[in-house]
């Protein structure tokens, strides 16, 4: 079993920035991808950006240039920083572990942002 924790949620101004950590802890593997979806209200859950063991990334073009993923595995934490928040990305964001070579999905409980206009 894999547990993951986030932190860092909030309301913020359109414009400012947050940042996001999740901690995982349990039967972590050394070869895995960890990242960040989300969830606005009435709609479908979202990849926001992923990284790998390796340190290669994969960002939604929609966050491309204001989100960076960063992972810390020795602290077993996988960063998010937000720069430039729209109110378009208010959501529920969770946290994502999985195997690189296969298996279950883990999920963090989820931490709210709210970007105001």
């Known amino acids: 079993q894999v547990q993951l924790v986030e932190s860092g949620g909030g309301l913020v101004q359109s414009g400012g920035f947050l940042r996001l950590s999740c901690v995982a802890s349990?039967?972590?593997?050394?070869?895995?991808?960890m990242g960040w979806y989300r969830q606005a209200s009435e709609k479908e859950r979202e990849l926001v950006a992923l990284?790998?063991?390796?340190?290669?990334?994969n960002y939604a073009d929609s966050v491309k240039g204001r989100f960076t993923v960063s992972r810390d595995n020795a602290k077993k934490t996988v960063t998010l920083q937000m720069n430039n928040l729209k109110p378009e990305d208010t959501a529920v964001y969770y946290c994502?572990?999985?195997?690189?070579?296969?298996?279950?999905?883990?999920w963090g409980q989820g931490t709210q942002v709210t970007v105001s206009a």
């Open positions: 349990g039967s972590i593997s050394g070869l895995n991808n």
């Open positions: 994502y572990y999985r195997r690189t070579l296969g298996g279950k999905v883990y």
């Open positions: 990284i790998a063991a390796t340190g290669s990334t």
